[in-house]
């Protein structure tokens, strides 16, 4: 029976996954495959370290170039993460002539134009299909049996950690910072959560779901992104007084030769399949002219869900070195579309806001809604105690830029009509 040899860059949590799948799976893929998979050198720059499993000492190496420029090994797995020196190892590791598998999602989205050019001049393979939430298969599906699709939509819960804050300040009411303590605690959230709260990681993600559905690169740092930590227990208890729940959606629309896209704290309405994705679980939403919608559901990151992403991709590079025809690129990230981004677009907005409780004071803010353009959709006042005092306001408003939108609000707190603008926030259209 054939042996691919596999190096592997990292043994942290989803390394360790990525070593463990291998062994839950191994009499499986021989049986169905007829060839074995041996990770036989793995880089662990710390080996004095007790990582919690059963790795035999003489597989590990302190050197990436011991397993990059190994001419025994076929495949390289890549889990450092970060931009550097991740992408680097990659980029050598292709020019040695090695397919690489990667769950970077940092590094694709910021040098994967980069490295899959650097594949295909080696004839060579690219995978990452752990890149993009996790254990969900969804950038194969797109690149073989969605194939036929022209796409136009793309709405998605990518992150888990923020998910999950969000659903605990929801069912349980319990505040943000103490959310975010606990899921640490539990090992979902980051010691240093700022790439997921602040929406980085959700934007990396659909830079590279932007690529692969509609054929346009859209650097992450393009993409219009505001994280969770403005929303407060009021806008989830607003929201819900409207039929919404409050999500981190990663948004991208194709229509008319352009391209719109943005990462944002979005109300979804309740019976929208996305409003009960909870806790750390991902979803994918997306709509193809020919299979309509779609959603795809499941764990989007932990060591065995992105374990089973990364082996699904070794297996299939293996399947294929072991038949001779070693080279092809998929899924693979286009560039070549005839599509323009265009920035966010137009969306509908959910604005609380706090205004005194004044005859007038509803009439100036409509006006000036009416001046640019902006249509309300629904509103809410809070009772007052008619004393003057300020209350909370809440407008939902139809399609407007938000440029438009920040502009009128600004006037309102200029001129005085509004004492604060207290949250922004998008509204998915369903
Ligand atoms: N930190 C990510 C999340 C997982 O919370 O979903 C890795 O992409």
């Not at 399949?273 to 990151?301: K, Q, S, W």
């Amino acid at each position: 029976m054939k042996t691919i040899k596999i190096g592997m860059l990292g043994i942290g949590n989803i390394g360790k996954g990525t070593y463990r799948t291998l062994e839950m799976s191994r009499a499986k893929i021989e049986q169905a495959n007829g060839l074995t998979i041996e990770i036989v050198k793995i880089l662990n720059r710390h080996p004095e370290i007790d990582r919690g499993i059963d790795i035999p000492k003489e597989k590990y190496v302190t050197d990436a170039y011991e397993i990059i420029n190994d001419p025994e090994i076929d495949i390289v797995i890549e889990l450092i993460g970060g931009i550097e020196p991740a992408t680097t190892y990659m980029a050598d590791a292709l020019k040695a002539g090695k397919h690489v598998v990667t769950a970077n999602k940092a590094a694709l989205a910021a040098n994967g134009r980069m490295l899959q050019e650097l594949a295909y001049k080696n004839q060579l393979m690219l995978r990452f299909e752990a890149s993009v939430a996790g254990g969900i298969p969804i950038l194969n599906a797109i690149s073989t049996a969605l194939i036929s699709n022209e796409f136009s939509e793309v709405q998605g819960i990518l992150n888990g950690t923020t998910n999950y804050i969000l659903t605990q300040m929801t069912e349980q009411g319990t505040p943000y910072e103490e959310v975010l303590k606990e899921a640490q605690r539990k090992g979902f959230a980051e010691a240093d959560p700022t790439a997921d709260v602040e929406g980085i990681d959700a934007a990396n993600k659909l830079s590279i779901l932007i690529s692969l559905l509609f054929g346009i690169g859209v650097a992450p740092e393009k993409i219009p992104t505001k994280g969770i930590t403005s929303v407060s227990r009021e806008d989830i208890s607003f929201a819900r007084e409207f039929g919404y729940r409050i999500k981190l959606l990663a948004s991208a629309n194709c229509a008319d030769g352009k391209v719109t896209c943005n990462v944002e704290p979005s109300l979804v309405a309740e019976t929208h399949p996305l409003a009960n994705v909870n806790n750390e679980f991902n979803a994918v939403y997306i709509t193809g002219n020919a299979v309509d919608n779609l959603m795809f559901y499941g764990r989007g990151a932990g060591p065995l869900p992105t374990g089973s992403a990364v082996i699904g991709d070794v297996v299939d590079v293996a399947r294929k070195i072991e038949k001779g025809s070693a080279y092809d690129l998929l899924p693979h990230l286009r560039y070549d579309a005839d599509l323009q981004f265009a920035g966010e677009g137009a969306n509908q907005y959910y604005i609380r806001l706090t205004a005194a409780d004044h005859p007038g004071v509803l009439g100036q803010i409509t006006s000036t809604f009416g001046v640019y353009g902006i249509g309300i959709r629904t509103m809410m006042q809070r009772a007052g105690d008619n004393s003057g005092k300020a209350v909370p306001m809440i407008f939902i408003v139809y399609d407007i830029e938000k440029s438009i939108l920040t502009t009128a609000l600004n006037v309102l707190v200029n001129n005085g009509s509004v004492e604060s603008i207290d949250n922004v926030l998008r509204v998915l259209k369903s």
